[in-house]
């Protein structure tokens, strides 16, 4: 394996210059909790490892079970005036400590490595599942190594930083850097949080929570979930989640799976428009990156198959998202609703409404869309 740059101390150091670890400037961001003064007695706990195991397991429970998940839907009325729908509900992750529902799997990840005995959790990001894992593995005290492709933006690097976790960049695109986490992961023995893996069922399992709040709100399942997709492991998990509850009784139905990705860069979306069987690698040289469509681009879905189960099994469908679309339907979300929402996660809602402006048949039931928040 290539030798790996790593940040000097000086780049470091200025990198540590926040005023406040939690005031996120890219990308998601969450309102953050005061983890010191808030959690104090059970960040002790953890932090003590001559404590049992399980006494520091139930004290990262106790954080956890507070500040992950559980987070609002609302009902968008005036967003259903403006696009000629109803009962539209959007699913709000940015209330989770991050902004995004990347939190739901990297605290799971932190305590199932705090279980196994790890003293480092892995992973590759473009930003936003960074901090996440940052800031899980901060309360888990354990160390957390990222790798990030260095042609990248990530200006949520310094959040990663602040929180303590070291940043290594790496050459080539976000998949490459994927590769090289889990290779240093096989190599030094460290916990591999990257998508896919061994550890594909918990995080499926962490996603599917999303389904179970759905319901706790609706006392059903909706007649739509609208999804953003980049590896599809978000959309995989939620699906799984109400496929378990319909299962048991618990539902009249199994909502429809709608994926929502940026315009002809993302492997799952490709394949349901040109009909393939499996998500497909895309050419890397013909994926572009932006500003706006990071969080959702990739030449390689590591849960592609899966998010392709989703909407296959549910008569669902997916299509592209242009960056001037998802720039005007969160400003649109902005204006009309109030609620600061990452433009990419508008992907899902855009795929949504086209089909509902196109005049398709899709009947006027309750429909649900998730979003990852600014603020």
């Known amino acids: 394996m290539e030798d790996l740059p790593k940040n000097s101390e000086q780049n470091q150091q200025q990198i540590l210059n926040l005023e406040n670890p939690y005031d996120l400037i890219d990308g998601a961001s969450g309102e953050g909790f005061d983890i010191t003064s808030e959690f104090e007695k059970q960040r002790n706990i953890i932090a003590d490892k001559s404590n049992w195991l399980d006494d520091r397991l139930e004290a990262f429970g106790d954080i956890m079970d507070s500040e992950v998940g559980d987070t609002s839907m609302v009902r968008a009325r005036n967003i259903e005036r403006e696009v000629g729908a109803r009962q539209i509900y959007l699913k709000f992750e940015g209330g989770n400590p991050t902004g995004t529902q990347k939190d739901r799997i990297a605290f799971a990840q932190a305590m199932d490595a705090m279980r196994r005995g790890f003293e480092t959790m892995t992973l590759a990001t473009c930003g936003n599942y960074g901090v996440a894992c940052s800031l899980a593995a901060s309360i888990a005290n354990i160390k957390c190594k990222i790798f990030v492709p260095e042609t990248y933006h990530a200006i949520r690097i310094k959040e990663m930083v602040a929180l303590g976790a070291e940043i290594v960049r790496v050459p080539g695109d976000y998949e490459r850097a994927v590769e090289i986490s889990s290779e240093v992961a096989q190599q030094e023995e460290l916990y591999d949080a990257n998508p896919g893996g061994t550890n594909i069922t918990l995080q499926l399992k962490a996603y599917g929570e999303i389904a179970n709040e759905i319901y706790d709100d609706l006392r059903d399942a909706p007649s739509i979930v609208a999804v953003p997709v ?146």
């Open 230 to 375: 980049s590896n599809g492991t978000t959309i995989a998990g939620i699906y799984k989640g109400f496929l378990s509850l319909y299962r048991r009784g618990k539902t009249s139905k199994m909502p429809r799976f709608v994926a929502g990705s940026s315009f002809k860069k993302n492997p799952i979306i490709h394949a349901y428009l040109t009909n393939k069987e499996t998500a497909e690698d895309l050419q890397p040289d013909k994926i572009k990156e932006s500003k706006i469509n990071e969080p959702l681009i990739n030449w390689h879905s590591i849960d592609g198959d899966l998010a392709l189960e989703a909407i296959r099994n549910t008569n669902g469908w997916a299509a592209d998202a242009t960056d001037k679309a998802m720039l005007s339907y969160s400003k649109l979300i902005r204006e009309k609703e109030g609620m600061f929402v990452l433009p990419a996660s508008t992907a899902g809602l855009i795929a949504l409404i086209n089909k509902n402006n196109n005049k398709e048949t899709i009947n006027n039931d309750r429909f649900v869309v998730v979003l990852t928040g600014r603020k």
